[in-house]
């Protein structure tokens, strides 16, 4: 039986206090996320528990248990509070996926700080926009990154410590950058932790916005009592659950589940820090017999390029739930992970924003492929017309809403007041992406607001016709964007990568489009196809379309600070 029971009945008798219950909470009560996480779990008799498995590249393995993990965030807090630093100062994260992130994270928050996860691939650019926009105190690195900040520190005041966690003594540090040693320190057994309480800012995760300058979305420790029962609810944690989440912390995936929601259950967490490749990542889970898996579409569609035959050479029967996040999940991704591991992709939609899954499939509920399932019990949602702002009927696409007091909601953009407010219309919180409501309640997602195709009049999701596309043999990916048109305003565009083996050509072309006719309303249809070796992407793995179509119109491209690979 799934931790969620029924979903039906679910939804009748949920209330957030069940999850303050569960955590001992009482409105006015102390909340640390870092104590959550760490100490109560220690409290609770699984001491000596794994908290952490983590394999990096060269192979190396480190285990940690949930004691050991709470003498290390005690260890990295004591430390900076000795430096100086203060409750609600932000404290950055600029590392790998090694393990004192982890630590460090929530050892940022049993201090009082606020963290500020940044995801270790940005370059200078990238990372002083955000550092000055916080007015960042602090910045914990590894000797690799250093550079990067050295590149930038003059030009922020603000940022008083450098902290370099693997430093190895060899060249000389400069002023202001200290050197911090996990096995030489000495160990903190009993740290006071600050007393934070609900409304106690938290993480501070940038997203970036389609123009502009990336926003801070500020959250609070409250966050917890949404991130524990929807990482039970949703992901289903079990006790003897091995649960890999693929996110970097960098993103707010990579907190929220990949951080929170499974220690604050006292769940074993797995992290591979490496880099994508479809070996590896299935002998990751066969290793250490990964019992839930959290990912996201693009990792699955590359999942998908690299056939079935690798899956089977591999034993993932240790494998009972699937959930993916962060694109809108093809329906044919979940009719694969069926096929090859027995079991469904569970989408989950949120956003930095929400802090937590808000609309889901959960265990237990039909899956409708394709579809993100129904709003998370506590969760008000609804679709709302798209210039009235009102709650629209059955089956018509309009904007998603959410009713805004859900524990993880952001509580401002820092510093930008005034966006956050514009958030908020006719009391909903608008997400400002697009989808519709089947008649059994099932939410389907057609596109971000700013992706939507107007072509002569008639408004196109990409997402229907980008899976419509991954529906044929050679397409391994492809982003649809509206390519402006003087006839129709815009015509539909499709860009595609083609699995190995497969050749652009006339050929090809043609046979994709006749494929596609089948499948697509006349107006969604492409008039063009370009075959790319890539897509613009996003670090945390979104299709950029519309870094597709400022190149198709030669616009300007806007903030591209999060693109993952070079135009
Ligand atoms: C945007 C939020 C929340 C974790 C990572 C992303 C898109 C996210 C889905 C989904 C369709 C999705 C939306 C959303 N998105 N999940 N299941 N189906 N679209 O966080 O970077 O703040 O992005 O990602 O467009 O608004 P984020």
Redesign the pocket.
């Known amino acids: 039986m799934a931790n969620i029971g029924s979903y039906e009945s679910k939804l009748n008798d949920f209330s957030w206090q069940i999850a303050e219950k569960e955590l001992d909470y009482k409105p006015g009560d102390i909340i640390n996320i870092g104590e959550y996480c760490t100490d109560r779990i220690c409290r609770m008799g699984k001491k000596d528990k794994l908290a952490l498995i983590w394999k990096e590249h060269s192979g190396d393995i480190k285990k940690y248990t949930f004691d050991q993990m709470r003498v290390h965030a005690n260890t990295i807090a004591h430390y900076l509070s000795g430096l100086g630093l203060q409750n609600g100062d932000r404290i950055c994260l600029f590392m790998d996926k090694i393990p004192e992130l982890y630590f460090g994270f929530l050892g940022i928050l049993k201090m009082g700080g606020v963290a500020q996860p940044l995801f270790s691939a940005f370059g200078p650019e990238s990372l002083i926009t955000r550092l000055e926009d916080a007015g960042t105190a602090a910045i914990i690195t590894q000797k690799k990154h250093l550079s990067k900040v050295r590149k930038i520190v003059n030009d922020l005041p603000s940022l008083k410590n450098i902290i370099v966690v693997d430093y190895d003594g060899k060249k000389p540090l400069k002023d202001g950058e200290t050197a911090f040693f996990m096995e030489k320190e000495e160990p903190i057994e009993n740290y006071d932790i600050f007393p934070a309480k609900a409304e106690t800012p938290s993480v501070l ?1 940038y ?2 916005g389609t123009t502009g300058k990336p926003k801070g ?1 500020q959250h609070v420790h409250y966050s917890l009592i949404s991130q524990y029962i929807s990482a039970k609810y949703v992901l289903d944690l079990n006790d003897d659950d091995i649960y890999w989440c693929t ?1 970097d912390p960098g ?3 990579g907190t ?1 589940y990949g951080i929170i929601g499974a220690w604050a259950n006292g769940v074993t967490q797995c992290v591979l820090d490496a880099g994508f490749k479809a070996q590896s990542w299935y002998d990751f889970i066969e290793e250490h017999k990964v019992t839930v898996w959290y990912s ?2 693009t990792a699955i569609r590359a999942l998908m390029k690299e056939g079935d035959e690798i899956v089977k050479e591999h034993d993932l029967s240790s494998l009972r739930h699937l959930c ?6 093809n329906a044919e991704a979940v009719i694969w992970s069926e096929k090859v591991f027995g079991l469904p992709f569970h ?8 802090g937590s ?1 808000v ?2 499939n959960y265990p237990g509920m039909k899956v409708k492929p394709g579809s ?1 399932g129904k709003p998370f019990p506590g969760i008000t949602a609804t679709i709302v017309d798209l210039k009235t702002h009102e709650p629209i009927e059955t089956g018509v696409v309009g904007l ?1 809403a959410i009713k805004p007091g859900w524990p993880a909601m952001f509580r401002t953009y820092w510093k930008n007041e005034k966006v956050y407010k514009s958030k908020f219309i006719n009391g909903w919180y608008i ?3 697009r ?1 519709s409501i089947d008649e059994d309640g099932y939410y389907w ?1 057609v ?2 607001d700013d ?1 939507v195709i107007n072509t002569g009049g008639h408004l196109v999701g990409p ?1 229907e016709i980008e899976s419509a596309l991954l529906e044929h043999e050679a397409v391994a990916e492809s982003g649809v964007i509206g390519k402006p048109d003087p006839v129709n305003m815009e015509v539909v565009k499709a860009f595609i990568t083609l699995k190995a083996g497969f050749e652009p050509s006339d050929m090809i072309n043609l046979e994709i489009m006749n494929f596609i006719r089948k499948k697509l309303s006349p107006l969604a249809m492409p008039q063009e196809i370009e075959f790319v070796d890539s897509l613009p992407k ?1 670090r ?1 793995g ?1 299709i950029m379309r519309r870094v597709l179509k400022a190149r198709e119109t030669g616009e300007d491209i806007g903030d591209i600070s999060t693109l993952e690979n070079d135009l």
């Open positions: 995760h997203t970036s979305a996110a993103w707010v995936t929220s996201a579409p993916s996040v962060g694109e809108p999940l989408d989950t939609f949120w956003q930095t924003e929400t899954i609309i889901s993100m998603i997400c400002g992406d989808a997602f596109g971000r992706d997402f996003t945390s979104k």
